[in-house]
T-cell receptor, first 113, second 113 residues
Framework: DAGVIQSPRHEVTEMGQEVTLRCKPISGHDYLFWYRQTMMRGLELLIYFNNNVPIDDSGMPEDRFSAKMPNASFSTLKIQPSEPRDSAVYFC???????????FGPGTRLLVL | AQKVTQAQTEISVVEKEDVTLDCVYE???????LFWYKQPPSGELVFLIR??????QNEISGRYSWNFQKSTSSFNFTITASQVVDSAVYFCALSELSNDMRFGAGTRLTVKP
């Protein structure tokens, strides 16, 4: 079975541009998580969904960030407008239950110039 | 409040040495789950183990072993006869019924030939 799929793997953009990160969770997993990893703050949970519904978005840093899950096999994390401080690795993870093991995608390395 | 503490920021060993990575957690829940993930230089997060709070048996998987002690709130990870391929950042994580998963800051392990 395929693992969590993320695209793009790398993204370089200029400040002010819109960035969209994509994630396909493992089939059958009801939970989907978006994390951000930086040297300064480590791994931070941004938002998670259960059955396509956002449950906790308290980790989303600002209104510039938004996430959607239109169906069970696809989610997006959008940053508009992007800023240099958004540069980080963004991971998507999925699990069958909230306490079960989260399986991570390969991450999207974002650089905002 | 800090939930997961990995006091060792960096560890360096020579190949074939044994090494233990420490993890101390904090929770008020009686039911919780502990995890270890490996992040090699390629960047992905690889699941290693999940342990629930009711199972204190130590686990061994090849050269890897885990020591879970509720009395000291610790879940330490030992690599026996380390190899260069073990070089990575290792994260300990805690999942509680009442809270989202929390990751420690990670321990960077370097195994020198």
């Amino acid at each position: 079975d395929a693992g969590v799929i993320q695209s793009p793997r790398h993204e370089v953009t200029e400040m002010g541009q819109e960035v969209t990160l994509r994630c396909k969770p493992i089939s059958g997993h009801d939970y989907l998580f978006w994390y951000r990893q930086t040297m300064m703050r480590g791994l931070e949970l941004l938002i998670y969904f259960n059955n396509n519904v956002p449950i906790d978005d308290s980790g989303m840093p600002e209104d510039r960030f938004s996430a959607k899950m239109p169906n069970a096999s696809f989610s997006t994390l959008k940053i508009q407008p992007s800023e240099p401080r958004d540069s980080a690795v963004y991971f998507c993870a999925s699990s069958s239950n909230r306490e079960e093991t989260q399986y991570f995608g390969p991450g999207t390395r974002l650089l905002v110039l | 409040a800090q939930k997961v503490t990995q006091a060792q920021t960096e560890i360096s060993v020579v190949e074939k040495e044994d090494v233990t990575l420490d993890c101390v957690y904090e929770t008020r829940d009686t039911t919780y789950y502990l995890f270890w993930y490996k992040q090699p230089p390629s960047g992905e997060l690889v699941f290693l183990i999940r342990r629930n709070s009711f199972d204190e048996q130590n686990e061994i998987s090849g050269r890897y072993s885990w020591n879970f002690q509720k009395s000291t709130s610790s879940f330490n990870f030992t690599i026996t006869a380390s190899q260069v391929v073990d070089s990575a950042v290792y994260f300990c994580a805690l999942s509680e019924l009442s809270n989202d998963m929390r990751f420690g800051a990670g321990t960077r392990l370097t195994v020198k030939p």
